[in-house]
């Protein structure tokens, strides 16, 4: 887990926890924190499945939002596009 901080497109801050897993195909934000947080989303203009490691489909359904966002990890910073997915996806067991 690290402490990080996201600006989104609006130019609001966020800091938050962040669980570093380098073992996923793409970067992952909770949709729920995200519209809680009030983090803009933008529309995939196609929704996809996402694949679970024994390759079978989530059963939250089809991921239909990207965030996109400014990351800053101690002197590290990036533009990064996050995965809007439903917390069965986010959440560690």
């Known amino acids: 887990m690290m402490k990080v901080r996201i600006i989104g497109t ?4 966020y800091k938050t926890t962040v669980l570093v897993d380098s073992g ?3 970067n992952f934000v909770d949709k729920a924190y995200a519209e809680a947080s009030g ?3 933008q ?4 929704p996809r499945w996402v694949l679970t490691v024994d ?3 989530v059963t939250s359904g089809p991921v239909t939002h990207n965030v996109q966002v400014h990351l ?5 910073e ?4 996050l995965t809007a997915s439903q917390s069965e996806i986010c959440q560690s067991s």
């Open 10 to 13: 609006d130019g609001s801050e």
């Open 24 to 26: 996923v195909s793409e």
């Open 39 to 41: 983090i803009p989303m």
């Open 43 to 46: 529309q995939k203009a196609t």
């Open 55 to 57: 390759r079978s489909e």
């Open 72 to 76: 800053t990890i101690n002197h590290h």
């Open 78 to 81: 990036e533009d990064i596009r």
